[in-house]
């Protein structure tokens, strides 16, 4: 089995920061790619940003702001946000997965999330 954990959310005023961390623990051997997924309030659960050995892809509403790395001797997995916006505040979860159409899929395995509000 594998455990997330998110942390680093908080209330935030436009065009700051704040940086997100996912612990991953447990069976860490069968994970091959890690994500960001975020769901604000009245949408869909949205793809943030996702990370594997191939390298970084983002959605294009974060394009440039945002940054997701991992640190393997941490095992965490971190999404530095910056310039947030109100179109920002969600519930940001961290997810991981053998492949990404499994977490894609809603599979694979997801932490309890993280709250961010950003005030205009």
């Known amino acids: 089995q594998v455990r997330l954990e998110e942390s680093g959310g908080g209330y935030v005023q436009t065009g700051d920061s704040l940086r997100l961390s996912c612990v991953v623990s447990g069976s860490i051997f069968s994970i091959n790619v890690m994500a960001w997924y975020r769901q604000g309030p009245g949408k869909e659960r949205e793809l943030v940003a996702v990370i594997n050995d191939g390298g970084t892809r983002y959605a294009d509403s974060v394009e440039g702001r945002f940054t997701i790395s991992r640190d393997n001797a941490k095992n965490t997995m971190y999404l530095q946000m910056n310039s947030l916006n109100a179109e920002d505040t969600a519930i940001y979860y961290c997810?991981?997965?053998?492949?990404?159409?499994?977490?894609?899929?809603?599979?694979?395995?997801w932490g309890q999330g993280t709250q961010v509000t950003v005030s205009s």
């Open positions: 997810a991981a997965g053998q492949f990404y159409a499994q977490i894609g899929n809603g599979g694979g395995y």
